[in-house]
């Protein structure tokens, strides 16, 4: 019995000094988990694997992804400049805008995809590049802002698309996103979502502004 007792009042003491901590990553994890499912039930109704089924907007927009040295597209940006020349060639929308890291002369994201698309038969003038979407929230942010828009058709990935939409939505922009997804995707990619989307809402509840913001350019 003694020998019970003293293990009793051990962990008592033990969980006295461990269960704060305890709380708050419960309650850490309950956060978590919350907006993961808030920014996958919010932006379910807009998202569509089947190009016929997305609603016509005023500008299909590609987030930015990785480009090699030589300008090569990475596989993922490939298939987000794929499916929108799909989107333009079904009549979706009539402008595209490319979205990118252009923070330096030693990297750009969006020039490239200027010549591809070109290559492909879009109108130079139809195509329009933002040069400072170094993440999404600045993408949509910009395309608001800087670029005008009020409906825009995202292009890329279904790992990405509930954040990109549930973003442009919040931002006030009539956004449904149409899904990319040619090869496998990385199971790190949906890993990766679960902070992002932790990001994506404290940008929003600060409203925090882009790094560059600047002269408006009518679309």
Do not use: C
């Not at 005008?148 to 996103?177: D, K, N, Y």
């Amino acid at each position: 019995m003694r020998e019970f007792i003293n293990k009793y009042f051990t962990l008592n003491k033990v969980w006295r000094f461990v269960r704060w901590p305890v709380y708050i990553f419960g309650i850490f994890v309950a956060l978590v988990i919350f907006v993961n499912v808030a920014v996958r039930v919010v932006s379910k109704s807009y998202i569509y694997n089947d190009i016929n089924d997305v609603p016509k907007a005023e500008v299909i927009i590609i987030p930015g992804a990785g480009v090699f040295p030589n300008g090569a597209l990475s596989a993922i940006f490939l298939e987000r400049v794929d499916k929108a020349v799909e989107l333009y060639e079904a009549n979706k929308a009539s402008k595209i805008l490319v979205s990118g890291d252009n923070s330096s002369d030693a990297y750009n994201e969006v020039n490239p995809v200027r010549l591809y698309l070109i290559s492909k038969g879009i109108p130079e003038a139809n195509i329009f590049l933002d040069h400072a979407g170094f993440d999404t929230y600045s993408t949509m942010y910009r395309a608001r802002d800087i670029f005008g828009v009020s409906s825009i058709i995202i292009s890329t990935q279904s790992f990405h698309l509930p954040r990109a939409v549930f973003l442009a939505r919040q931002l006030g922009i009539e956004a449904s996103g149409a899904s990319a997804d040619i090869g496998s995707t990385s199971f790190r990619n949906y890993w990766r979502e679960i902070l992002a989307n932790e990001k994506a809402v404290i940008n929003l509840i600060f409203k925090r502004k882009p790094q560059y913001l600047g002269d408006k350019i009518k679309i």
